[in-house]
């Protein structure tokens, strides 16, 4: 078998489970279309969670005076723990990998039980687009996975 065969095999593997394939063809409309869909979707939350992640890292590498100081140690926490877990998210998020829609639904969930536990964090606004934003990004891939199914 040459290069070129071995290539083709290796690009036609087929599974029926993924919401997402990247690089087979799709077999009907209605796949490609929830497909396209799930990855426009997660692009867009891709970038709202790198201006996020950008907004908690202005808070300490932009200080107007000593922010660490005058922020409790579960403020300060929060603050380095959603400035790298945003950013990461956003990558997986916009390669529109499995890993990256976990690592998202990890911090929106962190989001609200911070919104939850530490008071003017997070507004209840916030609470509200998150679990708009699950629900939303679950049914998507269930239409996804189902398209693929059939």
Known sequence: MSLQNADRVKLEIYEPEAAIRLGVTAREASETRWGLILVVFMRLLAGLWIIQGLTQWAVFLLPTDAVFDRLSAGRAAAVIF???????????????????????????????????????????????????????YFALTWYAGKASRL
């Open 82 to 136: 959603f400035s790298v877990l945003d950013l990461l998210a956003a990558v997986g998020l916009w390669l529109a990998t499995p890993w990256g829609g976990v690592l998202w639904l990890f911090a929106a969930l962190s989001q609200i039980f911070v919104a939850m536990s530490i008071t003017h964090f997070f507004t209840y606004a916030w609470v509200a687009i998150d679990g708009s934003l699950i629900l939303i």
